[in-house]
Nanobody, 118 residues
């Protein structure tokens, strides 16, 4: 059974920082790309950042230069360091894993709320 468990969300002031963590079990973590998505009320879920098995990151334009995605294969954990937060970053943040051995099947965590006050 694949499980993704996020943590680290909360309430933060604009300009502040938060680090999200996602612990993954049930798949071979080191072989698979990982990502973060977010969904604000009334909006569709949107891509935030992704990191491939080799550690190369990709970011949405809206977070480039402020957010950093990283992974620790020994801990089966992916992180999202969020700096210079803005009120528009307020959303539920979801961890995503793609299992390449299962036809790129997507798995999702339950989400962690990040609220940025102005």
């Amino acid at each position: 059974q694949v499980q993704l468990v996020e943590s680290g969300g909360g309430l933060v002031q604009a300009g502040g920082s938060v680090r999200l963590s996602c612990v993954v079990s049930g798949i071979t973590f080191s072989r698979n790309p990982m990502g973060w998505y977010r969904q604000a009320p009334g909006n569709q879920r949107e891509f935030v950042a992704r990191i491939n098995s080799g550690g190369s990151p990709a970011y949405a334009e809206s977070v480039k230069g402020r957010f950093t995605i990283s992974r620790d294969n020994a801990k089966s954990t992916v992180y999202l360091q969020m700096n210079s937060l803005k009120p528009e970053d307020t959303a539920m943040y979801y961890c995503n894993a793609q299992d390449i051995s299962a036809g790129w099947e997507d798995y999702w965590g339950q989400g962690t709320q990040v609220t940025v006050s102005s």
